[in-house]
């Protein structure tokens, strides 16, 4: 009989641990001046220091160190007074110089910490993940293999290599152990995810696309008896790559791993590979013969060592944490809870708030993002931003708020920014969208309105001012909605004596 | 006195991806034998207030703008490859390890 997840946690408690690799955004590779762009063809960005080849010499990028001692200001790091790349030694292809240039003992920002929020049937809860480490390496190029069925390397006759990737610039964030989550564990690695993927986006010192790769992250997880203080062996899983996925890897290694010790089996120290259609994990190579890197100081490239001077003006660059802007723009815009979560989740606050500085109403601009044009951005599986321009979409709602369009004339208008009709002008001349605001115009369907309806009307004389809403919609429907509602509304009510 | 083992010069080769014989690696752990003995020397001279140093000269925060050269072709790039396909590096079988 296997346990079930709440059984497990009952039984057993959860120890993570997360590694999170960031590719960095820098135009050049980490120790040289090949580009970085994703997706070139193959080995169009390689040069003999990132090839390896004899007689090469890496130099360090200085944008990479500055973006680096960023994410340790912004994680409350203390940063090294004194920092060295190793070579990390191994013999696989992805690295063409049999090492990757890494830091070992001597990273450039240690002890931070980073507080996440998960939501919880009993409140927001806060727990705080102690940061290990960052440190700089590079990454490494990308294999093809051959031959075997699946694409991976059980089979394959030949491996294919392309080092377009390999040097650049990564930036490896280790935490501490993460004790006391119990049942919550996958909902606080998925926030500390999250988290750090909102403060690189705001540090913009990478893409942090997950499933381009730039952000990677290593699930490590170890299960000990409830209340007995142990820490239990762990299992590292690795390359998840959605922050969905970091949730699954975890709560699927504490079902996994619960099962083996409750049938009195051991847990292997491993490393298992996280597949992203089941959500299950299956072992890869084996830990008991612990990896031997023999790393060494790197004798190409000489110590960092950054003076206050420096980081503290890397310090005045910081943007406010993701965190405490998510507080204020709440409060300014007046947004429900629920609502500002559904924005964050949507990645549209960025949006619309660019939105809100183009002078649009908060409201409108963060209903208009979400709705209409989150609806037809799903329809068509692309993001809303491609759809069209924050300018435009505070164009429209501008025009709204000055009485110039309704909200059905303004969906057509979005419909023709989206067709390719021109700006929200262009569209509103060529359709022919304004508002009827002639006043004799309203006046005659609103005369009509009432002939159509007179007991409605008599009601509304007598102050039943809720009954004024089908003579409201009757005007709204002879209008083709060409109308502004609240103007009809009042002259409607004035006509009537109210 | 550090000393090495056979078997760590034996795990050090086979790290190393170099086969040795039997002979050779009695005869290299005495070699390096050798070699630790005189390191070691030199720690002894070594006082605490000289930190250890992996760079001939003494300087610091090396660095270049982040600034794109131009790379190399990826005929130039091949062209030192034993063998190449679809414009890649092609290596033989990779065994074992992760992928
Ligand atoms: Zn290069």
Sequence with gaps: MSLNYDQAIEKYEPTLGLEVHVELNTKSKMFCGC??????????????????????????????????????????????????????????????????????????????????EIETYEGNKVFRIDIERVHMEEDTGKSLHVGGSTGRIHG???????????GIPLVEIVTKIVPNTGKYAPQVARAYVAALRDILRGLKVSDVKMEQGSLRCDV???????????????????????????????????????????????????????????????????????????????P???????DNKWIEELRKTLPEKPADRRKRLQSEWSVPEKE???????????????????????????????GEISRIANERDVVATELISVTAVAQIINLINQGELTDKLARQVVDGVIAGEGTPADVISKRGLK??????????????????????AERVRGGNIPAAGALIGAVMKATGGQADAAKVRELLLKHLGQ | ?????????????????????????????????????????????????????????????VVREDAVIPSLSPTD???GAPASSEQRFKVPQILGEAE
Excluded at chain 1, 278 to 294: C, F, I, L
């Design chain 1, 220 to 298: 490590n997880l170890s299960l000990a008896p409830s209340g007995s203080g142990e820490l239990g062996t762990r299992s590292e899983t690795k390359n998840v790559n959605s922050l969905r996925s970091v949730e699954t890897a975890v709560s699927g290694e504490i079902l996994r791993q619960a099962n083996r010790l409750q049938s009195g089996e051991k847990i292997v120290q491993e490393t298992r590979h996280f597949l992203e259609e089941s959500g299950e994990t299956r072992p890869g190579r084996s830990k008991e013969k612990a990896e031997d890197y023999r790393y060494f100081p790197e």
């Design chain 1, 300 to 306: 190409d490239l000489v110590p960092v060592v950054p």
């Design chain 1, 156 to 166: 394959a006759e030949y491996s294919l290599l392309d080092y377009n990737r390999a």
């Design chain 1, 35 to 116: 580009a970085t762009e994703f997706g070139a063809e193959p080995n169009t960005q390689t040069c003999p220091v990132c090839l390896g080849l004899p007689g090469a010499l890496p130099v360090v990028n200085k944008t990479a160190i500055e973006s680096s001692i960023l994410i340790g200001l912004a994680l409350n790091c203390s940063i090294a007074p004194f920092s060295r790349f190793a070579r990390k030694n191994y013999f696989y292809p992805d690295m063409p110089k049999n090492f990757q240039t890494s830091q070992y003992d001597e990273p450039i920002c240690i002890n931070g910490f980073l507080d996440v």
């Design chain 1, 435 to 456: 508002v009827v605001s002639d006043d004799g115009a309203l006046m005659k369907a609103i005369e009509d309105a009432i002939a159509a309806q007179p007991d409605t």
């Design chain 2, 1 to 61: 006195m550090s000393a090495i083992s056979r078997e760590e010069v034996a795990n050090l080769a086979r790290l190393a991806r170099i086969e040795m014989s039997d002979a050779e690696l009695d005869h290299l752990s005495g070699e390096m034998q050798v070699i630790l003995g005189a390191v070691a020397r030199v720690q002894e001279v070594a006082s605490a207030d000289v930190p250890p140093t992996s760079h001939p000269i003494p300087v610091n925060n």
């Design chain 1, 340 to 370: 500002m979560t559904a924005m964050v989740n949507a990645e549209l606050l960025d949006t619309v708030e660019e939105t809100v500085k183009l002078g649009a109403d908060p409201t409108k601009a963060r209903s208009w993002w979400l």
């Design chain 2, 77 to 79: 790039a091949l062209s």
